[in-house]
C-alpha cells in the first residue's frame, strides 16, 4: 500500500505540474486570447466538476467510513450546480467547440447534465482532455478496492485531484479576460480550497 501510494503520488504530482506548465505554454504561443483561454477554463472547470460528481457518487455508496461517506455526497452536492453555472456561462459568451458531433466524454454516467458542446470542448483542448483521463483511470483503480482500502484510495485521489484543480483555478483566475467567468472561478478556487483542507482533515484520521 504504501509503495502504491508514494507511486501514485509522484505520477499526479508530474500530471500536474505538466498540466499547468502546458497551459501556459499554450497561453504563450497564443492561446493567450480572451476566447481561447475562456474556452480551457471553462473545459477544464468542467471537467474537474464532472469528475468530482461521479467519484463523489461513488465514494457515497462504496465508502465505509461515515466520514468519508458525508465527504463524497458533499462533493455532488457542490460540484454539480458548478457544472450548471460552466455551461449556462460558456453559452451566454459564446464558447463554442468547432465541432460537437460524435463527440462524447467515455464513460458519462446517467444523471450527470453535460451538454455536447460542453463535451466537445472538454475532448479536444488539451488540458480538460487530460483531466478527463486522469479521472477515468481513477475510476478504473477505485473500482478495485473495497472497504477500509476504498476509503483510503478514495481520500487520496481527492487530495491529489483537489490540490490539481486549486493549482488550475488559481492560473485562470488571473488569466481569463470576462469578469463573469473569473468571478465564478474564484468561488470554484474557493470550494475546491474547502473541499482539499476537509479531505486532508479527514484523511488524516484514517
Known amino acids: 500500500?504504501?509503495?502504491?501510494?508514494?507511486?501514485?503520488?509522484?505520477?499526479?504530482?508530474?500530471?500536474?505540474?505538466?498540466?499547468?506548465?502546458?497551459?501556459?505554454?499554450a497561453c504563450?504561443?497564443?492561446m493567450g486570447a480572451?476566447?481561447?483561454?475562456?474556452?480551457?477554463?471553462?473545459?477544464?472547470?468542467?471537467?474537474?466538476?464532472?469528475?468530482?460528481?461521479?467519484?463523489?457518487?461513488?465514494?457515497?455508496?462504496r465508502a465505509t467510513n461515515a466520514q468519508v461517506r458525508a465527504f463524497a455526497q458533499q462533493l455532488v452536492a457542490d460540484h454539480r450546480p458548478?457544472?450548471?453555472?460552466?455551461?449556462?456561462?460558456?453559452s451566454q459568451m459564446g464558447l463554442q467547440a468547432a465541432a460537437t458531433a460524435?463527440?462524447?466524454?467515455?464513460?458519462?454516467?446517467?444523471?450527470?447534465?453535460?451538454?455536447?458542446?460542453?463535451?466537445a470542448l472538454m475532448?479536444?483542448?488539451?488540458?480538460?482532455?487530460?483531466?478527463?483521463?486522469?479521472?477515468?483511470?481513477?475510476m478504473a483503480d477505485l473500482g478495485d478496492e473495497t472497504g477500509a482500502e476504498f476509503d483510503r484510495e478514495f481520500m487520496d485521489r481527492q487530495i491529489a485531484a483537489h490540490r490539481q484543480a486549486l493549482a488550475l483555478a488559481t492560473r485562470f483566475e488571473a488569466a481569463v479576460q470576462n469578469t463573469q467567468q473569473r468571478i465564478l472561478i474564484a468561488q470554484e478556487r474557493a470550494?475546491?480550497?474547502?473541499?482539499?483542507q476537509m479531505a486532508t482533515q479527514i484523511r488524516a484520521g484514517l
Open 34 to 61: 480572451t476566447a481561447n483561454v475562456g474556452a480551457e477554463a471553462h473545459a477544464s472547470m468542467s471537467a474537474v466538476h464532472v469528475a468530482e460528481i461521479e467519484e463523489g457518487s461513488m465514494g457515497a455508496q
Open 28 to 30: 504563450a504561443a497564443g
Open 1 to 25: 500500500m504504501i509503495g502504491k501510494q508514494s507511486s501514485t503520488n509522484r505520477v499526479l504530482g508530474f500530471a500536474l505540474a505538466a498540466l499547468v506548465s502546458a497551459g501556459a505554454s
Open 102 to 119: 460524435n463527440v462524447q466524454l467515455p464513460g458519462l454516467q446517467a444523471g450527470v447534465d453535460v451538454n455536447a458542446n460542453t463535451q
Open 123 to 138: 475532448m479536444s483542448i488539451p488540458t480538460s482532455r487530460a483531466l478527463v483521463e486522469q479521472h477515468m483511470r481513477a
Open 82 to 90: 458548478f457544472l450548471q453555472q460552466e455551461q449556462q456561462l460558456a
Open 191 to 196: 470550494a475546491v480550497q474547502g473541499h482539499l
